[in-house]
């Protein structure tokens, strides 16, 4: 059975950072493309970054410079430093697993999220 539990989600104010973490077990994580999304109250999910499996990374462009994806294969574990935080971050932050192709990692499979809220 395939699980992804994120956590680290917090209430920070504007200006500050916090690292997210999503640890994934029941696959064969070393193969999975990694990829963070997030969704803020009343809007739709949107993708925030993805890792491939040999490192290559991709950002959104509203969080590009202020956000940093990595994976520890040797943990399977998926992490997002997010920093200089601003309100518009406020949203549930979920990490997902799936493959590489041409447009992009797929998303096959979800964690629960993590709630990460940002005051100005």
């Known amino acids: 059975q395939v699980q992804l539990v994120e956590s680290g989600g917090d209430s920070v104010q504007a200006g500050g950072s916090l690292r997210l973490s999503c640890v994934a077990s029941?696959?064969?994580?070393?193969?999975?493309?990694m990829s963070w999304y997030r969704q803020a109250a009343g809007k739709q999910r949107e993708w925030v970054s993805s890792?491939?499996?040999?490192?290559?990374?991709g950002y959104a462009d509203s969080v590009k410079g202020r956000f940093t994806i990595s994976r520890d294969n040797a943990k399977n574990t998926l992490y997002l430093q997010m920093d200089s935080l601003k309100p518009e971050d406020t949203a549930m932050y979920s990490c997902a697993a799936g493959t590489w192709s041409f447009r992009g990692c797929t998303t096959d499979y979800w964690g629960q999220g993590t709630q990460v809220t940002v005051s100005s």
């Open positions: 029941g696959l064969p994580y070393t193969l999975y493309c």
């Open positions: 890792i491939r499996t040999v490192g290559k990374t």
